[in-house]
């Protein structure tokens, strides 16, 4: 079964640090690009970081660029999100989800310069929560 | 501020059809995809590609689009489709995921 596993979240004081995993199964981890999208309280979803397969590549919403950092272990099936100087606006679910590299459309041998991106697996989520 | 911008809320009658839109540039040069989120649960994808469904959602959920709009039609909705839907592609960079505010779907 596909699956992906959050873990690490919990509460912690404005400007404290916190490390988010996330456990792959049932794929081949390595072959995927990998996002962490969050949800405030009440709130739509927002991306917040990606990485490539290699790790070679990261991307940051930027509210949070300079105070967290995406990195993975291939080797560990795990993706990890490293956050530092935390404020209460960070408080959020966490999710961990399988990223689909944008690939160009094709149909009848011939492809389009027009994409389709999405986030095919989802985790249940790790709820984070900045407080004093 | 979002990039991708939804209708904050929609209704419709059971058995009937709506459809749920989302507008961006980006949309221009990416399909939307679309996810299907209930109280208390993680996103569950619906929707991809030019209209594609994963396995397990069923032939009622639709995508299409249009110019800088994509749309989620559900044909005949359901009391379980009454849920949050938040359309999402890359941004205009291509390096940035990006989600639209999301959509409460309200089945009467």
């Known amino acids: 079964e596909v699956q992906l596993v959050e873990s690490g979240g919990g509460l912690v004081q404005p400007g404290g640090s916190l490390r988010l995993s996330c456990a792959a199964s049932?794929?081949?981890?390595?072959?995927?690009?990998m996002s962490w999208v969050r949800q405030a309280p009440g709130k739509g979803l927002e991306w917040v970081a990606n990485?490539?397969?290699?790790?070679?590549?990261?991307y940051y919403v930027d509210s949070v660029k300079g105070r967290f950092t995406i990195s993975r272990d291939n080797a560990k099936n795990s993706l990890y999100l490293q956050m530092n100087s935390l404020r209460a606006e960070d408080t959020a679910v966490y999710y961990c989800?399988?990223?689909?590299?944008?690939?160009?459309?094709?149909?009848?041998?011939?492809?389009?310069?027009?994409?389709?991106?999405?986030?095919?697996?989802w985790g249940k989520g790790t709820t984070v929560t900045v407080s004093s | 501020s979002s990039e991708l911008t939804q209708d904050p809320a929609v209704s419709v009658a059971l058995g009937q059809t709506v459809r749920i839109t989302c507008q961006g540039d980006?949309?221009?040069?990416?399909?939307a995809s679309w996810y299907q989120q209930k109280p208390g649960q993680a996103p569950v994808l619906v929707i991809y590609?030019?209209?594609n469904r994963p396995s397990g959602i069923p032939d009622r959920f639709s995508g299409s689009s249009s110019g800088n709009t994509a749309s989620l039609t559900i044909t005949g909705a359901q009391a379980e489709d009454e849920a949050d839907y938040y359309c999402?592609?890359?941004?205009?960079?291509?390096?940035?995921?990006?989600f639209g505010g999301g959509t409460q779907l309200t089945v009467l």
């Open positions: 989800a399988r990223d689909r590299e944008p690939s160009p459309y094709c149909t009848n041998g011939v492809c389009y310069d027009y994409y389709y991106y999405y986030m095919d697996v």
């Open positions: 049932g794929f081949t981890f390595s072959s995927y690009w």
């Open positions: 990485i490539k397969q290699d790790g070679s590549e990261k």
């Open positions: 980006s949309l221009r040069s990416y399909y």
């Open positions: 590609g030019k209209n």
């Open positions: 999402n592609s890359r941004d205009s960079s291509g390096n940035h995921a990006v």
